[in-house]
T-cell receptor
Framework: AQSVTQPDIHITVSEGASLELRCNYS??????LFWYVQSPGQGLQLLLK??????LVQGIKGFEAEFKRSQSSFNLRKPSVHWSDAAEYFC????????????FGTGTLLAVQP | NAGVTQTPKFQVLKTGQSMTLQCAQD?????MYWYRQDPGMGLRLIYY???????DKGEVPNGYNVSRLNKREFSLRLESAAPSQTSVYFC???????????FGPGTRLTVL
């Protein structure tokens, strides 16, 4: 069965420090991979996506993610975290096609210390 | 463009009451989705609609019905609300071929 695992429920980093959020997926075919961010009380905003091609993808707000097929991973990174990055981050895998139903991970809540 | 809008933002129901959550998008997207978000469980797909006139079950459809009224609107109905349906509900839409879903701001529902 398709699934997405985000092993870190909660992460705290200092402002200016680097960040890596982990995501592992289980999917039978070539996955469509996404990272979304949710600020408190808000909907989800797409940070970046991977469909094919270059395995390092750039997104908004200075985020990037690397697709590693051998590790079934799609980890999200940022070189220097800002206080405004505090939010919940969701990794998702989609089946593509006309409907692209998404399966979400359970999320990682990021706190940023001053 | 307003994107994806949802009404109401908040709702409190008693067990057994019914209600309809409304969703509309102004991006001319073909596909629309309803998710629920519960603590520690991420988002789970309730129903989706690939195009006007079609709807299909997602991962957790029990206790819900949907209507794709037209290309813009996709409503979610709870016929007899239960406390287990206390959740935050998100509507999303997607233009065919892009694989990007755009989300509304959510409806926070409490069933007492």
């Amino acid at each position: 069965a398709q699934s997405v695992t985000q092993p870190d429920i909660h992460i705290t980093v200092s402002e200016g420090a680097s960040l890596e959020l982990r995501c592992n997926y289980s999917y039978g075919a070539t996955p469509y991979l996404f990272w979304y961010v949710q600020s408190p009380g808000q909907g989800l905003q797409l940070l970046l996506k991977y469909f094919s091609g270059d395995t390092l993808v750039q997104g908004i707000k200075g985020f990037e993610a690397e697709f590693k097929r051998s590790q079934s991973s799609f980890n999200l990174r940022k070189p220097s975290v800002h206080w405004s990055d505090a939010a919940e981050y969701f990794c998702a895998v989609g089946e593509g096609g006309a409907t692209n139903k998404l399966i979400f991970g359970t999320g990682t809540l990021l706190a940023v210390q001053p | 463009n307003a994107g994806v809008t949802q009404t109401p933002k908040f709702q409190v129901l008693k067990t057994g009451q019914s209600m309809t959550l409304q969703c509309a998008q102004d991006m001319n997207h073909n596909s629309m989705y309803w998710y629920r978000q519960d603590p520690g469980m991420g988002l789970r797909l309730i129903y989706y609609s690939a195009s006007e006139g079609t709807t299909d079950k997602g991962e957790v459809p029990n206790g819900y019905n949907v209507s794709r009224l037209n290309k813009r609107e996709f409503s979610l109905r709870l016929e007899s609300a239960a406390p287990s349906q206390t959740s935050v509900y998100f509507c999303a839409s997607m233009r065919t071929g892009t694989h990007e879903q755009f989300f509304g701001p959510g409806t926070r529902l409490t069933v007492l």
